[in-house]
């Protein structure tokens, strides 16, 4: 009698869901971040000229989830990049590259790309304003957002620059106000001497402004004592974990169920893993 009563009880539950209609997507998250300029280069070449040059992305942008139709099975993850500021910057002359512009991040659509790790993996695709089309993967692995994206131009063009995107964007707030890859007394040494004033829109981790608000206050404190110690994960480590979980997906599209891994793949998943959240242990000097 049990088991019927809870029967009817679920049959119920999916007739409501049939008679509702068809559900909307409902966004999942959405996270702030910004780009770790030590690690994210934007390289620009071809051309007529051979052009070959490497930028530094900096700036900060939006990273909305979405979860599908709650009436379609398995459910769809599919994600967006949203309220774009960022840029790339040549390393000699006076100008840069919008980063939205240059990839068209606000018009990619990202499908959530099903790998058996603990980290999340995102594809993206679509085409730029001068028809060039880009691929681009995007990995969430704890507050880092790990970013690797290609363009092409379209084809018979001629004197098309191309671009390659390799990045890693930190969750804000972040607290590593020097930029030296680990959040320590130097860091609250910056806080420290800039408190009470205000911040450059353009660098504010430079001025002790964690979070961003233009500001350099208690909440830009409260951060770094949440992070003391943490340190940037390599951009290698971090490769090398992508990589490794996306062998785990079935098929060369990772569109489809993951298969399950071999034993060499899961044993590599490990080490990126231990390599990526290694963290410096800290020192009484530290505390």
């Not at 000699?92 to 099903?114: D, F, H, S």
């Not at 692995?141 to 930190?170: C, M, Q």
């Not at 002790?208 to 909440?219: H, Q, Y």
Request: hydrophobic residues 45%; charged residues 20%.
């Amino acid at each position: 009698m049990t088991r019927l009563l809870g029967w009817l009880l679920a049959c119920g539950g999916m007739l409501a869901v049939v008679l509702a209609g068809p559900a909307t997507a409902q966004t999942v998250s959405t996270e702030h971040y910004r780009f770790l300029p030590k690690l994210s280069v934007l390289n620009q070449h071809g051309g007529f000229g051979g052009f070959d040059v490497d930028h530094r992305v900096m700036g900060t942008f939006d990273f909305e989830v979405e979860i599908g139709p709650t009436d379609v099975w398995p459910t769809e993850y599919v994600a967006k990049f949203s309220d774009v500021n960022a840029w790339a910057s040549h390393p000699i002359l006076a100008y840069v590259l919008p980063l939205n512009q240059t990839l068209n991040l606000e018009g990619l659509v990202g499908r959530k790309v099903p790998v058996r790790a603990p980290i999340d993996i995102y594809r993206f695709d679509g085409t730029t304003g001068d028809g060039s089309s880009v691929e681009l993967y995007a990995a969430q692995i704890g507050p880092w957002l790990h970013l690797k994206a290609t363009t092409t131009a379209p084809p018979n063009s001629a004197d098309f620059f191309e671009y390659e995107l390799k990045a890693v964007a930190r969750r804000t707030p972040f607290a590593d106000f020097d930029g030296n890859s680990s959040v320590d007394n130097a860091d609250l040494a910056t806080w420290a001497s800039r408190f009470g004033l205000k911040a450059s829109a353009g660098d504010p981790l430079a001025h002790g402004d964690a979070n961003g608000d233009g500001v350099t206050d208690g909440a830009d404190f409260l951060a770094w004592q949440r992070q003391a110690g943490e340190v940037v994960p390599t951009a290698e480590s971090l490769d090398a974990l992508v990589t490794a979980a996306l062998a785990t997906a079935n098929g060369a599209s990772q569109s489809s169920m993951a298969a399950v891994p071999e034993p060499a793949t899961l044993s590599l998943l490990g080490v990126a893993l231990i390599a990526a959240f290694r963290l410096r242990p800290r020192s009484l000097s530290d505390r």
